[in-house]
């Protein structure tokens, strides 16, 4: 018989290898851990990624509803809603008012910003338009990340995450000052000033996509996030 490509020891430590740089969450039996409790809704921005996101929180213990951006009534829903608030990821420039669905997601996360009773959390460019909403500049990257895996430092931890982004919010030092004054904290790139992540009173928010297999602490990441919101009474 012909040995099989699998059995074969390089193939294998190849894979092994590969496999050292992924989510263990997405390579193994998820269990439900029952870290969070409530009810999340997600509002969805047309992304694929956003089914992957819904099942990460519900595996941190959450129930999980999922909405489309452009379903009747999702601004009741959003209103009503007794638990956090997730802005998912999807496609588009946040910055362009004149796109209808972008002029609706402003509108919701300028509320949500204001009124965030149960927590918000914002993924890619949920994450942009809450940063659009504190004043931050959003950008057209000069190269597109479209599955890039990156080493940064979120809130003080080293994290290995995956970028799938064309747009980023601009946060410099005398910004980052300010925002901070007002009890907002800010994870940047020092040298480019692109944000990767925001956390302040009820709400947080990240560029990268945390359901990615290519975050290596993706469920735990969002998992703290959720559970250190200081939620105003």
């Not at 012909?2 to 092994?16: C, N, T």
């Not at 919701?108 to 918000?120: N, P």
């Amino acid at each position: 018989d012909r040995p099989r490509l699998a059995s074969d020891p390089r193939v294998q430590a190849a894979l092994d290898d590969r496999r050292g740089g992924l989510a263990p969450f997405w390579l193994r039996m998820q269990e439900r851990v029952r870290d969070l409790s409530g009810h999340a809704l997600v509002v969805d921005g047309e992304d694929t990624f956003t089914a992957m996101l819904a099942h990460l929180l519900r595996a941190s213990g959450l129930d999980v509803s999922v909405r489309r951006y452009d379903e009747p009534g999702l601004r009741e829903a959003v209103r009503a809603h007794e638990g956090p608030v997730v802005l998912g990821p999807g496609p588009g420039n946040p910055g362009d008012l004149t796109d209808p669905k972008m002029r609706l997601l402003r509108e919701v996360a300028a509320e949500l910003v204001r009124d965030h009773r149960h927590g918000l959390l914002g993924v890619c460019l949920g994450h942009e338009l809450i940063a659009a909403e504190l004043g931050l500049e959003i950008v057209r990257k000069a190269v597109p990340y479209q599955g890039a895996q990156t080493r940064i430092e979120l809130f003080g931890r080293p994290e290995t995450v995956g970028f799938y982004n064309s747009f980023t919010a601009r946060c410099d030092g005398p910004a980052a000052a300010e925002l901070a004054a007002h009890g907002v904290e800010v994870s940047r790139d020092e040298e480019s000033g692109e944000l990767h992540a925001l956390r302040g009173p009820g709400f947080a928010s990240v560029q990268f996509h945390p359901e990615s297999v290519l975050t290596v602490r993706g469920s735990a990441i969002v998992t703290e996030l959720l559970a250190g919101l200081p939620v105003p009474s």
